[in-house]
């Protein structure tokens, strides 16, 4: 009997290993047009993994940025370059000061391979005008 190269992801040490893989496929995939069924399935198990394993509905869309930057060793001013906006912006949205965009959603989920929708969900802004008030005791 043939042994899988893929199963289905039971730990994130499995998962970790599946992501260099499909990593490796995708800076190859120009030169190899035979990898794209490898890399259809893979991304079908990462889908299956994220829906059991993901915490997207407990964090709101800032909590979760700062999570994926982090997980991805990325600070604000790498955010500049993927959104193509100003660090002033970056900063507003990273201090709840200013809400995301649709653009600046898609292409959040786009690059961190999440659905729109781990964004695209309502929460509290701070008003600027009473930031100052944010640490005082009521």
């Known amino acids: 009997?043939?042994?899988?190269?893929?199963?289905?992801?039971?730990?994130?040490?499995?998962?970790?290993?599946?992501?260099?893989?499909?990593?490796?496929?995708?800076?190859?995939?120009?030169?190899?047009?035979?990898?794209?069924d490898e890399i259809e399935l893979l991304t079908l198990?990462?889908?299956?993994?994220?829906?059991?394993?993901?915490?997207?509905?407990?964090?709101?869309?800032?909590?979760?940025?700062?999570s994926l930057m982090n997980d991805?060793?990325?600070?604000?001013?790498?955010?500049?370059?993927?959104?193509?906006?100003?660090?002033?912006?970056i900063s507003d949205i990273l201090n709840y000061k200013k809400g995301l965009s649709k653009e600046i959603i898609r292409v959040l989920a786009g690059y961190f391979k999440v659905s729109q929708e781990a964004f695209n969900r309502p929460y509290k802004l701070i008003n600027p005008a009473n930031s100052h008030l944010r640490n005082a005791k009521s």
Do not use: R
């Not at 893929?6 to 970790?16: A, D, F, G, H, L």
């Not at 889908?47 to 915490?55: F, L, P, Q, R, T």
């Not at 060793?73 to 660090?87: C, F, N, Q």
């Open 72 to 89: 991805h060793h990325l600070k604000a001013k790498d955010l500049v370059t993927i959104l193509g906006v100003s660090k002033g912006l």
């Open 1 to 36: 009997m043939k042994t899988l190269k893929y199963t289905v992801i039971k730990s994130e040490s499995q998962y970790n290993t599946y992501c260099k893989a499909l990593d490796d496929l995708l800076e190859n995939n120009e030169n190899n047009k035979d990898s794209g």
């Open 45 to 66: 198990l990462f889908e299956k993994w994220d829906a059991e394993h993901s915490n997207f509905t407990e964090k709101n869309p800032i909590e979760l940025l700062h």
